[in-house]
């Protein structure tokens, strides 16, 4: 089975700031990465996925994350937060030879003015 | 393309209740899975349907059951529900394993 450890619960970071929210998988077997968004009141919303390739992985709303197979890490960063990117973010992954996914417990990120 | 609709979006239930959750994938998939968000647990998994059948369970009790109809709908029912069974119920679907899933807003179940 697969596990993920997302280092931080909370992250505080101020406007125009850069931030990474980290995330660190277990698993003894090729996975393939995630990372979703949660707005209050809503379901989860994908970021951006690792299936293979390039191990620096563009998303959505300005987001990136590497993959790190010796560490494996999948680390997501943005260079200039904005308010708006205040969420609830979760890394999830999932054996390429498995079906089910397995998340994190989730970083709540939260932008200072 | 319209998205994963899960009805109803709150629910409130007495201890001892029962209660069914409905939710209707994106058109074409055939993967739906259920997870339990509680404040602290993150995302538990409950149960993924694939073509009707159940292809993986995660560790809830029996109380919690889902099924899957021809049409890609799915539906979870907890029986004899449990002050701890108060969660947000999150429903996504995807085209099979290897793509991202897709997430409703989830029913917000209360139990008083």
């Known amino acids: 089975a697969q596990s993920v450890t997302q280092l931080d619960s909370q992250v505080p970071v101020f406007e125009e700031a850069p931030v990474e929210l980290r995330c660190n998988y277990s698993s003894s077997v090729s996975v393939y990465l995630f990372w979703y968004v949660q707005y209050p009141n809503q379901g989860l919303q994908l970021l951006l996925k690792?299936?293979?390739?390039?191990?620096l992985v563009k998303g959505i709303n300005g987001f990136e994350a590497e993959f790190n197979k010796s560490q494996t890490s999948f680390h997501l960063r943005k260079p200039s937060v904005h308010i708006s990117d205040t969420a609830e973010y979760f890394c999830?992954?999932?054996?390429?030879?498995?079906?089910?996914?397995?998340f994190g417990t989730g970083t709540s990120l939260t932008v200072i003015p | 393309k319209a998205g994963v609709t899960q009805t109803p979006r709150y629910l409130i239930k007495t201890r001892g209740q029962q209660v069914t959750l409905s939710c209707s994938p994106i058109s074409g998939h055939r993967s739906v899975s259920w997870y339990q968000q509680t404040p602290g647990q993150g995302l538990q998994f409950l149960f993924e349907y694939f073509s009707e059948t159940q292809r993986n369970k995660g560790n809830f009790p029996g109380r919690f059951s889902g099924r899957q109809f021809s049409n890609s709908r799915s539906e979870m029912n907890v029986s004899t529900l449990e002050l701890g069974d108060s969660a947000l119920y999150l429903c996504?679907?995807?085209?099979?394993?290897?793509?991202?899933?897709?997430f409703g807003d989830g029913t917000r179940l209360s139990i008083l």
């Open positions: 690792y299936l293979s390739g390039s191990t």
């Open positions: 999830a992954v999932r054996a390429n030879t498995g079906n089910q996914f397995y």
């Open positions: 996504a679907s995807s085209h099979d394993s290897n793509q991202p899933q897709h």
